[in-house]
């Protein structure tokens, strides 16, 4: 019998139970809570979960703990994130609060490509403890499964170093090849056809996906869709940062080459979302990140009264959003996306499981990996009513403790 933690008399526990995942439209409701509830893991895995009525298990090899006060969900999946870099922006931060504005200062070679030469003056071991601590700062937001992107080395070793940090971390590693073209490339084609031969077949070893910047500024369309058909060859899933600042085709081309999903979205229209709405790939929404630019905020209310399926991320990275925090960006969902608490929290829970090919998380059920966070509040809405606020009071991964206050 593998060891067993009991969190028992919660307040409530809060889950998605969709129909089916990823959820789309009134689906993304279906969160079901259990008032005066418990939580019971066996080893990793959650042996069952119910009001404290039906609970039957208390002799033997049971940790007990107190949850009086506190609400069970699952364990957050940020499906899109940047944490593998070095230096900061905090100067570029001062200039943008000065009215600067982020391509004005990408295109004068700051942005992206400052952070790609910081990252490449740190060496392997420097890379992995910045990526070890930023992993360290979603656990604390109640983050328990993410993705980490590369993308701020752009060249073969800093890359593949990336790659390997963000597993070693405990993190789905995404190779970002084409994330901007670096300096001792002279242009975005000449770049990509270097990438795909020298560092694709190793990155592919290491990755779960890949992504691209599809933007003006960086790379289109048909660049795009010459290095993911590539990367989906060498058989990585496929991801697109696209309708950021402008529509440049990615929604289309996302569709036609069956990526897992297509993120940003600020710029989309009425026709983007119509599309995506018919298709199977997940558009994730960043709200923190447009906040942080002052950008507009995506479709996302029409998206879902589409029916399109969507999840939420933090899109952490030192340049456009910087913050770990999940919980920060539930409440951007509801105030600024006009979301409701229980699409915010399929779309950070399930929907960003499906996301990263993961359907062993997300949900709190029997047989499911048993992480869950305990929220210090009465209600599991506080996740999002709590703007800014202290709301993880303990973070269970794999069923132990990895965060306790
Ligand atoms: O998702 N848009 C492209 N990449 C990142 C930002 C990268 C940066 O500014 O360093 C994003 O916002
Ligand atoms: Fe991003």
Partial sequence: MPARLLVRDLAQVATPVPGAVPARGRDLHTVEVIEDAYVLCAGATIESVGPMRELTVTAGDVEEVDGR???????????????????????EFSLRAG????EELHAAGGGILSTVAATRRLDEAGL???????AGWMQANGTTTWEGKSGYGLDRDTELASLRAVRAAGGSPTWLGAHAVPPEHP??????DWAIADV???????????DVFLERGAFDAAQARRYLEACRAAGLALRLHGDQFTESGAIPLAIELGARSVDHLEATGPDGVAALARSDVVGVLLPASALFLDRPQPPARSLVDAGAAIALATDFNPGSSFTTSLPLVCSLACTQLHLAPAEALSAVTVNAAHVLGRSNCGRLAPGLSADFVLLDAPD???LAYHLGGDVVAGVIRGGRFAVRR
């Fill in 99 to 102: 009215g600067a504005t982020y």
């Fill in 128 to 134: 992995a403890a910045r990526v070890e601590r930023h």
């Fill in 380 to 382: 599991w809405r506080y």
């Fill in 69 to 91: 006060g506190l609400c069970a969900i699952p364990g957050l999946v940020d499906c899109h994130t940047h944490p593998a870099f070095g230096g900061d922006r905090v100067e």
């Fill in 187 to 192: 242009d975005a084609d000449g770049y990509l």
């Fill in 200 to 210: 694709l077949p190793a990155a592919a070893g290491l990755a779960d996906a890949a």
